[in-house]
């Protein structure tokens, strides 16, 4: 059965791979699977069906038979528990890769978001320029213990997982200026971004902001 | 095999049982497992041998032989896969219960840790009442889609699961002047805290800080 996942009518990233179903689609690219895509407005979201799906009115969703989920890091653990690719067979490797994925999106990304957060809603506000400098700051100590803890490796704890995945998608939402400053850190994204099922991905996001008349 | 997991030597929470090593204790508790808690100071959480363990030097950390994982949801994500009394045993129910292990932590949480953080670091700059105030709107938003969602049932998807018990641990990490405008919150909260694995739980922690000295 071809699951369906939810994405933005019009991704405010600008086709750029920075929304949450890109995370998805990666996810399912590197399993070798094919699915279908539904497009939901700003509008949309915050309707009754969609908010069956999603409480909390949020892309994306994950839909296979009579199966919905949502939350990226939830769905994406179900595509890797059913197929190969995104987990070791080891049971104990496997536990590792999975917590983290929960370190990339409970430990590493609240700092991101919450820098992100500030830069969009309280930008006008008296103290948006003194915050954001500090949420800098906290990036900069999870990124420095990340580092730390990658060295010379090419992905987190051994082969790529969906950790990793989940890691340089968070990593990719910060984007470039700090990450730049742990240069093991830009490598990693870099490798990320290098796979073929990354790669195809992001095409098929890129072609629904073309096709959607966002782009140029 | 025992496992062993970590604990703040002095828990700044006063025994109110609010640190992560509450919510592994409680996971534990549900799934009838003994174990072993090794308590580490503020300070020897950031040396070496306790970022071996936990690269972002936290607690808790969660070692069984030779496996050694971190990050709360993973842990109780592996004690849940293991012993039965977290999850339900229907593969679809199972994956829905896991999507509210995630939403506990990356939809509902951040909001919560974001007015945390604010009200510790943030207070004394210009901006903190408004911030907080910021904040408070933002968690009642995520608040009130998940009042919508829980409705009159007892717990989140049919059977109380590892989702729920994430879920109630996020709300009493806010505490009860905001959770309290949605009453069927707060019997949701109640009903957690009343659970026979939770008292225990709470309890073992309660007496870490008893004896720690930390208590009048």
Redesign the interface.
């Known amino acids: 059965m071809i699951p369906t996942i939810t994405a933005f009518a019009r991704s405010p990233d600008g086709g750029r791979g920075l929304a949450r179903d890109m995370r998805v689609r990666w996810a399912l690219e590197e399993t070798g699977q094919r699915y279908e895509v539904r497009l939901v407005s700003f509008k949309a979201m915050k309707e009754p069906d969609h908010?069956a799906l999603h409480?909390?009115?949020?892309i994306p969703t994950y839909e296979e038979g009579?199966?919905a989920?949502?939350?990226?890091?939830?769905?994406i653990?179900?595509i890797a528990e059913r197929h190969e690719g995104l987990l070791p067979r080891d049971e104990?490797a496997r536990?590792?890769a999975?917590?983290w994925?929960?370190?990339a999106?409970?430990?590493v990304?609240?700092p991101i978001?919450?820098r992100e957060?500030t830069a969009l809603s309280?930008r006008r506000?008296?103290?948006g320029e003194?915050?954001l400098r500090?949420t800098e700051d906290r990036i900069r100590v999870?990124l420095s213990?990340?580092s730390?803890?990658l060295g010379d490796a090419e992905w987190l704890d051994g082969a790529f997982s969906a950790g990793d995945l989940l890691m340089v998608s968070v990593l990719m939402r910060l984007g470039p200026p700090i990450v730049d400053e742990f240069p093991n850190l830009s490598a990693y994204v870099a490798r990320g971004q290098a796979r073929p099922a990354y790669r195809r991905a992001f095409e098929a996001q890129l072609e629904v902001f073309r096709r959607g008349g966002g782009g140029g």
Chains 1, 2 share one sequence.
Do not use: C, Y
């Open positions: 908010l409480p909390f009115g949020q009579d199966l989920l949502f939350e990226t890091g939830s769905i653990l179900h104990k536990a590792r999975i917590t994925m929960f370190a999106l409970n430990t990304e609240p978001l919450d957060t309280e506000e008296t103290w003194a915050r500090l999870r213990q990340l730390a803890r």
